[in-house]
């Protein structure tokens, strides 16, 4: 047995790992300096950052807030600094934040905005954390699209709830219809008695009511509007409206029906081919002179529509494209199972083609947002609009990338949110293997 | 405004059009403001303050027309326009006057039936240069780098000056003024070149502005003034005799400060007329005694607002000039009240 020189009867106690493979030391050996070549990128972006950090920070934060002009500014560079180059003047930030915000809405009425916000969130609580909410804020949800604009236009209370007993109205003519003249007349019906409501009858009715049982807040005309709450307005509507119309676009342009494809295809190729800005000019001038002078169709309301129309027609390209993406044996497997047309697109395939395009969905949505600057061309003053507007003031003439900066940093914040939120909804209905 | 063409019902209110064929001058008394038309923001003409009130020499012509119509300054809507919008607005009804520095010239006034009512303005086209570049003269500057805004006569204009001074250019195209501040400051051109008005006022934002030199050559004409729509001759004689009051104040010597005690009556039979202790001249426009007087206490006569927004004590410090009252040797005289 002793042949053996030595056996070890215990085991060894697990070593450190060398110091060059672990901690601080190991990943930037790992990461950063794994081979000659990365070691030069590595140095060479080091060098890069801080080139692009030494001149940006100290703009950024060796700057003047205080100041009531850009040549007040300038002098308290000089004197602070010695020069007035590479220095910030946030004084333009300090003193037309909330202009850049709220743009010429009454001040004293903030808190309708601020509260609409507010309400906003909460309503799309249920629509994007649909686990997490309790179901009592749906109802909410369905109350929203009329209480947002009230509160933001505010004037009779009889206005808006007017607009809702018209969606009222086409359920119970469907109701009450389609025992009576069957389903095809209940849903035509549906759809003419809410227009023909809103149309004729709705005015004159919420005037009645409001002369009899005045209720209201005060009202704030759209030109008032402005600033970054209008991008917000318009990005919210855009959104929220483009999504359904697209999904029932998308639908129509993969119909049989001749003539709900041929409508669907020429509505979504007409707007696809044709410049936003150039359907802005529409609803701005052209409209104008259509309509019978006097005619009183308001400005924001026009771009909501044209802005929805250019979104729903990106919506249902996008969407077709997670149809497409569907194996067929999901559509004929919803078909096996007995199921009607639009319980199969309920049920199976738009779920599946939906999870498919959230990517393509959210760029849609940042994509809009972003394009509700392009208002400002026919001249109304949301964020780059009042830019402009605040550099004819004679005391702020002349400067540029304060404002920008500002401008970007608040669509940064936006845009963020939003590519974040689609990633963790990927991550959430993430069913793959 | 109907509530519920917010919430989506198209309300055609005005489907009774017939009552648009009442004049401007009832349209805008009926409903108690006036809706002028301004540009969306240019230094010393007109611009929103923190607070959102608008402020500038085209402004105080709107202020002006809204107290002699209405007897309020502050009843006046500001309709922010584009030079691509302007038109539009004014033919179509949406705003009752344009007051957007525009030039009067022979096809907006015949072709696009529009009626200036007068000049409050006159401009012409002129160059900056750097004072290092070492040039005088306009005539000197063959082969220069220009930045020209697109679209406007000033392209045009400088295409003339250069052909028939047979020198050449090129020409930096560049969208707005602001864009034109960075672009000319970065050195992308040597010369920039735009109204005369817009050259100081841009030379005033830079950090040292005796660095640069506006070129003593104006190579165009350019008479800003307000404009209505053709067709309807009453409203245009409203603006017009507003405008002309506020140019006859500083020439007889009414300003806001001495209105008061001279409304109650002068020696200078023309003072009486013009303020309505004599005569009848606001009824035969059809508004009140007392409506130059309005118009003038609205934000001053023509020269106070010259000085207030413009003029040589503001960071623009434009000289009168051209801009001065006939008697002073410029342009901007006004018919007789009588």
């Keep these: ?433 | 405004m109907k509530k519920s063409v917010i919430f989506g019902a198209l309300t055609v209110a005005g489907l009774a059009a017939g009552a648009a064929a009442a004049g401007t001058l009832d349209d805008v008394k009926a409903r108690g403001k006036l809706n002028c038309g301004v540009t969306t923001g240019l230094v010393g003409f007109a611009a929103p303050d923190a607070n959102g009130e608008w402020g500038g020499f085209d402004v105080g012509v709107c202020r002006a027309v809204a107290a002699a119509v209405l007897g309020d300054p502050k009843a006046v809507e500001f309709v922010p326009t584009t030079g691509k919008t302007r038109f539009t607005a004014l033919a179509s009804g949406e705003i009752d006057m344009l007051a957007r520095n525009t030039t009067w010239t022979f096809s907006r006034d015949v072709d696009l039936k529009f009626t200036f009512v007068g000049v409050n303005y006159y401009d012409g086209q002129g160059f900056m240069v750097p004072k290092e570049l070492g040039v005088s003269s306009a005539k000197e500057l063959d082969g220069a780098t220009v930045c020209i805004q697109t679209g406007t006569t000033t392209e045009l204009n400088l295409a003339d000056f250069f052909r028939s001074n047979n020198i050449s250019y090129e020409p930096v195209p560049i969208e707005t003024n602001a864009e034109a501040q960075q672009q000319y400051l970065a050195g992308a051109c040597d010369v920039y070149t735009t109204d005369a008005s817009g050259l100081a006022a841009t030379r005033a934002t830079f950090e040292d502005p005796s660095a640069h030199v506006l070129l003593p050559e104006i190579i165009s004409k350019e008479p800003l003034g307000p404009l209505v729509r053709h067709g309807d001759d009453n409203w245009g004689d409203v603006v017009r005799w507003t405008l002309n009051a506020l140019i006859t104040a500083e020439e007889l010597g009414v300003s806001s400060a001495n209105i008061g005690e001279m409304s109650a009556g002068t020696n200078n039979p023309e003072v009486n007329r013009l303020l309505g202790s004599e005569g009848n001249l606001g009824e035969m426009l059809g508004l009140s005694a007392d409506w130059a007087k309005n118009a003038i206490m609205a934000s001053g006569n023509y020269g106070e607002l010259f000085e207030k927004n413009i003029g040589e004590n503001t960071p623009i410090g434009l000289a009168r000039g051209l801009n001065a009252q006939w008697t002073d040797g410029g342009l901007i005289y006004s018919p007789p009240f009588r």
């Design chain 1, 1 to 433: 047995m002793s042949d053996q020189a030595f056996v070890r009867t215990e085991m060894l106690p697990e070593k450190e790992p060398p110091a060059s493979t672990v901690g601080i030391v190991g990943w930037l050996r790992e990461n950063l300096f794994s081979g000659w070549f990365n070691s030069i990128l590595t140095v060479v972006a080091l060098g890069f950052i801080y080139y692009v950090l030494s001149g940006l920070v100290p703009w950024v934060f060796q700057s003047v807030w205080n100041a009531d002009s850009l040549n007040e500014c300038r002098e308290i560079m000089t004197e602070t600094w010695g020069s007035t180059h590479g220095h910030a003047c946030w004084g333009v930030v300090n003193e037309r934040w909330l202009q850049l915000l709220y743009g010429f809405y009454p001040d004293h009425l903030y808190w309708r905005v601020n509260l609409a916000l507010v309400l906003t969130l909460v309503a799309l609580a249920p629509v994007l954390f649909a686990e997490q909410s309790p179901r009592q804020l749906w109802y909410l949800t369905a109350a929203y699209p009329f209480l947002m604009p009230w509160l933001l236009w505010g004037g009779s209370i009889w206005g808006p709830i007017m607009v809702a007993a018209g969606f009222a109205i086409g359920y119970l003519g469907y109701r009450i219809l389609v025992p009576v003249a069957g389903g095809l007349v209940a849903i035509i019906a549906a759809f003419a008695l809410p227009i023909i409501w809103w149309l004729f009858l709705a005015g004159g009715v919420a005037g009645a009511i409001d002369s009899v049982i005045p209720i209201g807040i005060e009202a704030v005309e759209s030109r008032k509007f402005g600033g970054f709450m209008l991008a917000v307005l318009l990005g919210i509507v855009a959104i929220g409206c483009s999504l359904p119309i697209g999904i029932v676009l998308a639908l129509g342009r993969q119909s049989d029906l001749f003539i709900v494809k041929t409508l669907c295809v020429g509505f979504i190729e007409f707007i696809r081919g044709v410049p936003l800005i150039t359907l802005l000019f529409v609803a701005s001038l052209l409209l104008n002179l259509f309509l019978p002078p006097g005619t009183n169709f308001d400005i924001i309301l026009r771009v909501m529509i044209m802005m929805t129309l250019f979104a729903a027609a990106y919506m249902a390209e996008v969407i077709r494209g997670g149809l497409a993406a569907l194996p067929k044996g999901q559509y004929e497997g919803a078909d096996s199972l007995g199921l009607n047309y639009w319980q199969a697109q309920r049920l199976i395939i738009m779920p599946q083609a939906l999870k498919i395009s959230i990517p393509g969905i959210v760029s849609t949505f940042i994509g809009i947002f972003k394009d509700t600057t392009l208002v400002s061309i026919i001249g109304l003053f949301d964020v780059i609009g009042l830019s402009n507007a605040i550099r004819a003031d004679t005391a702020w003439n002349g400067i540029y990338w304060e404002l920008f900066a500002f401008i970007a940093f608040l669509f940064f914040i936006v845009c963020f949110s939003m590519s974040r939120y689609s990633m963790y909804l990927e991550r959430k209905l993430h069913t793959g293997h």
